[in-house]
């Protein structure tokens, strides 16, 4: 299967750590990029391949892969780190495959 | 700084041909590393990858959309675009122009345009 599955939802309490997974059998053979977006605006990555981060993206995010399950970790999250949250990845047949997006609160 | 901008008409009628152009700046569309890629994001929806381009004209497309979609590149003018063919109510959505680049198997979207909304009715 092309297709990556989020769970909808989740809150985490501030300053706490928050994961956010993904899965999909594309993410055993192919590198996940994660995508931040907040209303309005256009998404950011925030952690790619098997745990980077662009430039100016805090260190409190972090990524890791297992079999066929990424996992974005916010670590002290932040008021600011509430968003919706995609992941990425290639697909057997060439296409850019997102998740279904995980909206983060942050209480 | 690199810098992506979406322009095209914001109001389309169904059965039209949408098409869009991204402009690109701070950084070379002939860059060996980089593809320039079109997302969309319907409203309260998620994210659909369109389609991406090679500086050489090198097309990938959604295969879900293939037959409704081409990408063009103009190195000249640093310029790509895409051009979506008989469109409906489904199509609209903002429109994301894109930088995409690859790192060992994974292909990321680093630098996007700000989007622009594009409205399909009668």
């Known amino acids: 299967s092309s297709e990556l599955t989020q769970d909808p939802a989740v809150s985490v309490a501030l300053g706490q750590t928050v994961r956010i997974t993904c899965q999909g059998d594309?993410?055993?053979?192919?590198?996940v990029g994660w995508y931040q977006q907040k209303p309005r605006q256009a998404p950011l990555l925030v952690v790619y391949?098997?745990?980077n981060r662009p430039s100016g993206i805090p260190d409190r995010f972090s990524g890791s892969t297992s079999g066929n399950t990424a996992t974005l970790t916010i670590t002290g999250a932040q008021v600011e780190d509430e968003a919706d949250y995609y992941c990425?990845?290639?697909?057997?047949?060439?296409?850019?495959?997102f998740g279904g997006g995980t909206t983060v609160t942050v209480l | 700084q690199q810098l992506l901008q979406e322009s095209g008409p914001g109001l389309m009628k169904p059965s039209e041909t949408l098409s869009l152009s991204c402009g690109v700046s701070g950084v070379s569309i002939s860059h060996i590393n980089y593809l320039w890629a079109w997302i969309r994001q319907s409203p309260g929806k998620g994210l659909e990858w369109i389609a991406s381009i090679y500086y050489t004209g090198t097309p990938y497309y959604n295969s879900s959309l293939k037959s409704r979609i081409s990408v063009s590149i103009d190195t000249s003018r640093s310029r790509f675009s895409l051009r979506l063919t008989s469109l409906t109510g489904a199509d609209t959505a903002v429109y994301y122009c894109a930088r995409e680049w690859g790192e060992g198997t994974g292909w990321f979207l680093d630098s996007w345009g700000q989007g622009t909304l594009v409205t399909v009715s009668s």
């Open positions: 391949g098997r745990d």
């Open positions: 990425n990845c290639r697909d057997s047949f060439g296409n850019h495959v």
């Open positions: 594309s993410l055993r053979t192919y590198f």
